[in-house]
């Protein structure tokens, strides 16, 4: 199972906006609505900010938004702010109870 | 609350195996699945496999198969992963997360470290 494809970096200045792509196949991200993403700052773990696409946690801010068009799944983030400066991660199902993630993300705030 | 707390650092020689613990408090611990995720040093997170933590079903990655066992012990509410075979790069923070199919609690890490 290959890991799913998520750009190396993305940049944005504090107030603006950023999307974080995630791309897969027909086989995970384009067959199921189970795609989570995470956040994970330096030497801690990784916290989950999207559930099942475009569902948020208690807690999560509501600057983080999902959604999915096809094999893509794209977490966008609002309102930047410094401390939203980390590494991101998509997960998708994967069919016959498999799990992949995608290579990381890692998103500076300017 | 509800919390993983997992066991202490290891440090193994190639070809030994590693067993980490993973405790989960705060909540019934045969309702939900505990998935393993290892970030090897500057890499990017891998799911290895979950078991159900009510019936003790598995399923592992492909790329682990064969060299990982997860195993609970419910009077404990406690899931175990035990990697063998150790190789060099399997130098690793390993991560236990409860599912089902998004991690909403994350272990500490444990960090493994294949050293001869």
């Known amino acids: 199972q290959s890991a799913l494809t998520q750009p190396a970096s993305v940049s944005g200045s504090p107030g603006q906006s950023i999307t974080i792509s995630c791309t897969g196949t027909s086989s995970d991200v384009g067959s199921y609505d189970l795609v989570s993403w995470y956040q994970q700052h330096p030497g801690k773990a990784p916290k989950l900010m999207i559930y099942e696409g475009s569902k948020r946690p208690s807690g999560v801010s509501n600057r983080f938004s999902g959604s999915k068009s096809g094999n893509t799944a794209s977490l966008t983030i609002s309102g930047l702010q410094a401390e939203d400066e980390a590494d991101y991660y998509c997960?998708?199902?994967?069919?016959?109870?498999?799990?992949?993630f995608g290579e990381g993300t890692k998103l500076t705030v300017l | 609350q509800v919390q993983l707390v997992q066991s202490g650092a290891e440090v193994k020689k190639p070809g030994a195996s590693v067993k980490v613990s993973c405790k989960a408090s705060?909540?019934?611990?045969?309702?939900?699945?505990m998935h393993w995720v290892r970030q090897s040093p500057g890499q990017r997170l891998e799911w290895m496999g979950w078991?159900?933590?009510?019936?003790?079903?598995?399923k592992y990655s492909q790329k682990f198969q064969g060299r990982v066992t997860i195993t609970r012990d419910t009077s404990a509410s406690t899931a175990y992963m035990e990697l063998s075979s150790l190789r060099y790069e399997d130098t690793a923070v390993y991560y236990c997360a409860r599912g089902p199919w998004a991690f909403d609690i994350w272990g500490q890490g444990t960090m493994v470290i294949v050293s001869s």
């Open positions: 078991i159900n933590a009510g019936n003790g079903n598995t």
């Open positions: 997960c998708s199902y994967a069919g016959s109870s498999t799990l992949v």
């Open positions: 705060g909540y019934t611990f045969t309702n939900y699945a």
